[in-house]
């Protein structure tokens, strides 16, 4: 079993849904990590969070450390935000970061 | 964007042969990372780099070896390439590995796509 879970694999949605991605932990960890992979290839880094919630436009993210848990949210999704969400966390331990498998998001116009 | 470029972007060979994928940094980060990233698995760490000379194993080094003599760059050598080494390698960077209250966030560069045949 993975330490870094992510859920759902796959999420297609209309444009304008509320979307969220889970991520789930299980170990003890500094931080946690969102990633965005474009269908291009490239990765970046959107968010780094070790307690409480983040904003960025029309991302959010929000960390619960009691529950291990970690959730992305766009609002008024548009079909640019099509790509791979990947979810990563730093193991407090050893400082290794754990990587998710990533959800794969489909936003149709 | 951080500036990361690696090098090549794709390439294809043949097994047996030595491969050296380079990646190359302008922000002076001290912490350098090679990933492979695969179908059906998340991104798996190689190797990775503290400082120059200074470098450690990731959980798929077998049959890769690195090398650091400048902060800028962080060479990936595969000594005789085989056909499972086939994937897209991701050079990363980041300022600190995340110990107390270091920033370990990581910035990637665009990938190398290699083939093995």
């Known amino acids: 079993k993975n330490e870094v879970e992510q859920s759902p694999q796959n999420l297609t949605a209309q444009e304008g849904e509320f979307i969220t991605i889970n991520c789930s932990y299980s170990?003890?960890?500094?931080?946690l990590h969102w990633l965005q992979q474009h269908p291009g290839g490239g990765i970046v880094s959107l968010f780094m969070?070790?307690?409480?919630?983040k904003k960025h436009g029309r991302l959010i993210a929000t960390i619960n450390i009691q529950e291990k848990h970690s959730s992305l949210h766009i609002t008024a999704s548009h079909p640019r935000d099509s790509a791979v969400y990947i979810c990563a966390a730093t193991m407090d331990s050893n400082y290794q970061l754990i990587w998710g498998a990533g959800t794969k998001l489909i936003i149709k116009p | 964007d951080a500036g990361i470029t690696q090098s090549p972007r794709h390439k294809v060979t043949e097994t047996g042969t030595p491969v050296t994928l380079r990646c190359h940094q302008t922000?002076?980060?001290?912490?350098m990372y090679w990933y492979r990233q695969d179908p059906g698995h998340g991104l798996r760490l190689i190797h990775y780099?503290?400082?120059?000379?200074?470098?450690d194993k990731g959980e798929v080094s077998d049959g890769y070896s690195v090398s650091r003599s400048k902060t800028e760059d962080f060479l990936l050598t595969l000594e005789s390439a085989t056909s499972s080494q086939t994937s897209v390698y991701f050079c990363?960077?980041?300022?600190?590995?995340?110990?107390?209250?270091?920033?370990?966030?990581?910035?990637f560069g665009p990938g190398t796509r290699l083939t093995v045949l």
């Open positions: 780099s503290y400082g120059v000379k200074d470098t």
């Open positions: 170990v003890g960890i500094s931080a």
């Open positions: 969070l070790s307690s409480g919630k």
């Open positions: 922000e002076n980060h001290r912490y």
């Open positions: 990363a960077i980041s300022e600190s590995r995340g110990s107390g209250s270091g920033n370990n966030e990581q910035f």
